[in-house]
C-alpha cells in the first residue's frame, strides 16, 4: 500500500529524498511529463482532453514532514537536537525515534540535577540515546545535520489507520490515486511539495513554474474529535467543538491563517461533493496554515483552495485517518477536475 511506505519513510524538511523517490517511482505511468526542480519538489503534469483553452489546475501536496535534525552531542555520547517544523517538546520524553533514517533511539530526561524546573519541558533539556559510548562514537554513527524522525509502524488501529506524518504523506498518496485516475478535460500540474513545515517554501517555487489558473491544497488537517477529559459530560457549553471529525468527511476550509478562500471556489468545491453525494466538513478557524496560503500570492495571484483529510494528533508520533475519509476526498477531486470551469474561480 503506497500511503503506508509513504508513512513509514523519512522525510524532514530539506532532506525528502526517500519520500520523492517512491512519489517518482508511483507517478510515472500516469503523467505526460515530469521534472524535479532545485529545491526538490517533484513537478508533473497530465494533460487534459479538451482544447487549447483547458483550464490549468495546480494540485499540491507536500513530502516533508515534522522531526528533528542532530545539533550536538555530550560526553556520555547523547545527541543534542532540535525540531524541524512544530513539535510541542512535551510529548517528546521516552518517545523512540529513528537517526539518519535506520538507528534506533529513546529520546530521554536529562537528570533531575541537571534540570531542576519540571514544571515546562525545554527540548533543550532533552537528549537522544543512540547507544553510544562516548562523543566520538556518536559523532560517527549520527553526523551533525543527520535527521531524526519518530519510528512509527504504519497499521491499523481498530476502523482507523494508524500512522506517522499522514500530515502530508496522505494527501501525497492522495495525489498519486488522482494522477492514476482520468483523463480529465483540464491539465493538472501536480506538485509534491518541499520545506512546507518549516515555511511553506517548496510551493512558491512550484506555483511559479507550473503558472496555474487555480489550484488545490491536498493536506492533513486536526481532527479534535476526541473526548475531553476534563470537560462536564453533562453540560454542552464544557464539550468541545471539533474543528473537523473523522469518518465525517473531507473538511473544505473557509479561512485559515494564511488564507481566506475564494468564495466563488469554496461554494464550487461544495456544490461539487453535494452534487457527489459528499458531506464536506467546514473549517472556519484561523488556526494553522498550508501551501495553499503562499500559492495564492504568486504570479499576481492564484485563486487557491484547501481541501483537507480529518486526522487525529497530527504533529505527533502516531496519527489517525479514515479510510472512507480518503476515497471521498479522492473521488471529490476527480469530480472537481472533471467540472472545473473559470467560472468556479475568477472573480471578474
Not at 543512540?130 to 491499523?156: H, N, V, Y
Amino acid at each position: 500500500m503506497l500511503l503506508g511506505a509513504l508513512s513509514e519513510a523519512d522525510g524532514i524538511a530539506g532532506q525528502e529524498d526517500a519520500v520523492r523517490d517512491l512519489i517518482v517511482e508511483a507517478i510515472q505511468p500516469h503523467i505526460d511529463e515530469m521534472r524535479i526542480d532545485s529545491m526538490g519538489n517533484v513537478l508533473a503534469i497530465k494533460r487534459g482532453t479538451d482544447g487549447a483553452n483547458r483550464p490549468r489546475v495546480m494540485l499540491d501536496a507536500h513530502m516533508d514532514e515534522i522531526g528533528f535534525i542532530v545539533t550536538g552531542y555530550d560526553a556520555d555520547g547523547t545527541l543534542h537536537f532540535e525540531s524541524v517544523g512544530g513539535v510541542d517538546a512535551r510529548i517528546l520524553p521516552g518517545l523512540r525515534v529513528r537517526v539518519g533514517g535506520s538507528l534506533p533511539g529513546v529520546i530521554l530526561w536529562v537528570p533531575i540535577h541537571k534540570n531542576r524546573d519540571q514544571n515546562v519541558t525545554r527540548m533543550s533539556a532533552l537528549r537522544i540515546d543512540i547507544g553510544a559510548s562516548s562523543k566520538s562514537d556518536a559523532k560517527a554513527k549520527a553526523p551533525l545535520g543527520t535527521m531524526i524522525t519518530f519510528d512509527t509502524a504504519f497499521g491499523k488501529l481498530g476502523n482507523l489507520l494508524r500512522g506517522k506524518s499522514f500530515d502530508d504523506r496522505a494527501g501525497c498518496a492522495m495525489l498519486v490515486d488522482v494522477l492514476a485516475g482520468g483523463p480529465y478535460p483540464c491539465d493538472v500540474l501536480a506538485a509534491f511539495t518541499v520545506q512546507e513545515e518549516v515555511g511553506l517554501r517548496g510551493a512558491q517555487v512550484a506555483a511559479r513554474a507550473l503558472e496555474p489558473d487555480v489550484a488545490f491544497a491536498l493536506e492533513a488537517t486536526t481532527a479534535n474529535d476526541v473526548p475531553d477529559p476534563l470537560a462536564d459530560p453533562d453540560d454542552v457549553l464544557t464539550q468541545p467543538n471539533p474543528t473537523s471529525k473523522v469518518g465525517a468527511g473531507p473538511v473544505v476550509t473557509l479561512m485559515d491563517s494564511r488564507m481566506i478562500v475564494n468564495p466563488r471556489l469554496a461554494d464550487f468545491i461544495r456544490a461539487t461533493a453535494y452534487h457527489n453525494g459528499i458531506r464536506p466538513q467546514l473549517k472556519t478557524r484561523s488556526g494553522g496554515g498550508n501551501d495553499a496560503g503562499a500559492i495564492q500570492l504568486q504570479n499576481g495571484g492564484i485563486p487557491a483552495a484547501v481541501i483537507a483529510l480529518p486526522a487525529r494528533y497530527i504533529h505527533s508520533p502516531v496519527s489517525l485517518i479514515s479510510q472512507r475519509d480518503y476515497d471521498a476526498m479522492v473521488k471529490l477531486m476527480g469530480a472537481l477536475l472533471h467540472t472545473i470551469m473559470p467560472e468556479a474561480y475568477v472573480l471578474a
